[in-house]
């Protein structure tokens, strides 16, 4: 599995999935777009590849700004000349109660995951329908499941998961060569989930993670690295005759 002279744009390329996809798919021969909010921690990114040999840039992006995503996508096309593989990886969490949700808060979760995939897809598609890639989008297993306290979170990656299917039968109907599938990873130690946790003492946050990890039959959280494989499969040419499905990639989580 090798994604050798391709190009890829990465969405929350910064850190967690986003930077670990970066830097794999970048060891494999791609040139990366890396994009993000974060241009600090974006830059970082784009200097770890290039000290590993890799050819990468960084492009900020607001993943819910469709401007934005004009700009950043013609950057992208004029810097590497075209596209193969976007993945959005983009996102944020939020763990509340019902109640005390409130609008707004579920608007925010579901524009950064829901509508930057959304915009990703749409930009994508249109980048690579004449070439051919393949669009891969960062669900969750909270997108096949419910998950408490985690409301906007799990109809954010629910609606990530069929917006993936419907792209990749657009896509095959009308004869665009860009295959769209969905990952959908377990709890994953990145810093989103550390950061879920960051409001307890050292004991708390051990103790918090360890019920997290007892929730994987396989015995532990996954690590970055487990989503950026599955990645660079979707991404590959190994994959040629996938799309339009789900990569649940979580440890047994869903099994049970």
Not at 89 to 104: H, N, Q, W
Not at 180 to 196: F, I, K, L, W
Request: proline share 2%; glycine share 12%; aromatic share 6%.
């Amino acid at each position: 599995m090798d994604v050798q002279g391709k190009v890829a744009l990465i969405t929350g390329g910064a850190s967690g999935i986003g930077r670990q996809a970066a830097l794999l798919l970048a060891e494999r021969g791609a040139g990366v777009a890396v994009t993000d909010i974060d241009a600090a921690g974006g830059a970082d990114t784009v200097a770890a590849i290039a000290a590993a040999g890799g050819e990468a840039a960084f492009f900020p992006l607001d993943v819910t700004d469709e401007a934005a995503w004009e700009a950043a996508m013609a950057a992208v096309l004029e810097r590497f000349g075209g596209l193969a593989i976007l993945v959005n990886s983009a996102g944020i969490e939020m763990v509340r109660k019902i109640p005390d949700t409130s609008l707004a808060d579920f608007r925010k979760v579901t524009s950064i995951n829901l509508d930057g995939t959304f915009l990703g897809t749409k930009y994508g598609m249109a980048a690579m329908r004449d070439g051919g890639g393949s669009i891969i989008n960062i669900s969750s297993i909270a997108g096949m499941i419910g998950v408490m306290r985690q409301l906007a979170y799990c109809a954010s990656k629910g609606g990530v998961r069929l917006l993936t299917k419907a792209a990749a039968m657009e896509a095959a109907h009308y004869g665009y060569k860009v295959r769209v599938n969905s990952v959908h990873p377990g709890t994953t130690d990145t810093p989103m989930v550390r950061g879920m946790v960051s409001h307890r003492d050292e004991a708390g946050q051990q103790e918090a993670l360890e019920k997290l990890r007892q929730l994987h039959p396989i015995g532990r959280l996954g690590q970055p690295m487990d989503i950026a494989n599955a990645i660079l499969f979707l991404a590959s040419d190994a994959s040629d005759f996938v799309t339009g499905t789900e990569l649940v990639v979580d440890g047994g989580y869903t099994a049970q």
